[in-house]
């Protein structure tokens, strides 16, 4: 598998206020790789968002430097090609909707790239098919449910045929339906072989990705497997971090002396574990 984005020493000054200066990121270094789905985790404040936005050069590098499929960041002809591969859906979903109907707000990014009606059209529906909300395309976005809105934002970035998707806290504002429904449609557009970067402060989201990156106050402090990371309860809590309700239970039951395998995560496995 390629590599997508390659971030090397970054590191990420703002200027703050009165000349105070704010390290929002230190010496980070990751790659993603083609078709990966990796979770980011981390208390408020620890950089998450900041990284985000190096993903499609919403900022720049102070220090080090971030590729994606080669291109570095700082090349300014070469943005909107950056912005074309990687898209990105914020937390609020009302900030994100521009048009008056779905499809007219679908259309909005592809119509921008200046690509033929004909072709957006097909786009349209494929995006909305994909998010499977193709029978709302007529519908007004503001009668939509929040999980509905944040579909059809993602819609909207998926008619720019990205490469990869970068997700800010997306369900952060969502109920429990409307989370389930984001991530499902996550989900099924990284097996269709969309790269995924998805950060959330709901540690069960985090299990199903195929790699999660804990930060730290601007470092990146952990990395490894769902299954790697959640089993080190005592740490992530250390750190202020929740962990999978079905971590903590197993931790638990193994403190009662029950003897569960230490790798469950999921409530699936936990279930499995204890009723065989
Ligand atoms: P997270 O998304 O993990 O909550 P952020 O990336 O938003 O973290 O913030 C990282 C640090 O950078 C925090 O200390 C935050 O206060 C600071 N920060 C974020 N945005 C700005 C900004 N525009 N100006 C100054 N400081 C900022
Ligand atoms: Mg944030």
Redesign the pocket.
Same mark, same amino acid.
């Given at each position: 598998m390629g590599e997508l984005i390659k971030i090397e020493n970054l590191r990420h000054t703002?200027? $703050?206020?009165e000349g105070r200066e704010?390290v929002?990121?230190t010496d980070i270094n990751l790659t993603v790789n083609q078709g990966e789905f990796v979770a980011v985790i981390?208390?408020?404040?620890? $950089?998450?968002?900041?990284?985000?936005?190096h993903l499609n050069a919403l900022i720049l590098p102070t220090g080090g430097r971030c590729l994606v499929n080669g291109i570095d960041t700082t090349d300014a002809e070469r943005v909107w090609d950056i912005r074309q591969q990687v898209g990105m859906v914020f937390q609020n979903p009302d900030n994100q909707i521009v048009a008056a109907v779905v499809e007219e707000d679908v259309a909005f990014g592809p119509e921008n790239l200046g690509i033929p009606p004909a072709e957006i059209a097909r786009r349209v529906t494929e995006a909305l098919e994909l998010v499977n909300m193709e029978e709302y395309r007529h519908h007004g976005p503001h009668l939509l449910s929040g999980g509905q809105k944040q579909r059809v934002a993602i819609a909207g970035v998926l008619a720019m045929r990205p490469k990869c998707l970068v997700l800010?806290e997306p369900t952060a504002m969502l109920d429990p339906r409307g989370r389930k429904e984001v991530l499902d449609s996550v989900c099924r557009l990284n097996k269709e072989g969309i790269t995924v970067v998805y950060?959330t402060h709901f540690m069960e989201e985090a299990v199903v990705a195929h790699r999660v990156v804990v930060?730290e106050q601007?470092q990146i402090s952990l990395t490894g497997t769902p299954a790697e990371i959640f089993s080190q309860v005592e740490r992530l809590k250390t750190m202020g971090l929740d962990v999978p309700p079905a971590a903590e239970v197993a931790a638990c039951l193994r403190k009662r002396g029950l003897k569960l395998d230490k790798n469950i995560i999921s409530d699936e496995q936990l279930v499995v574990a204890l009723c065989p």
């Open positions: 703002y200027p $703050g206020y704010v929002a990121l981390g208390t408020n404040g620890s $950089g998450k968002s900041t990284l985000a936005k800010d950060i930060m601007g």
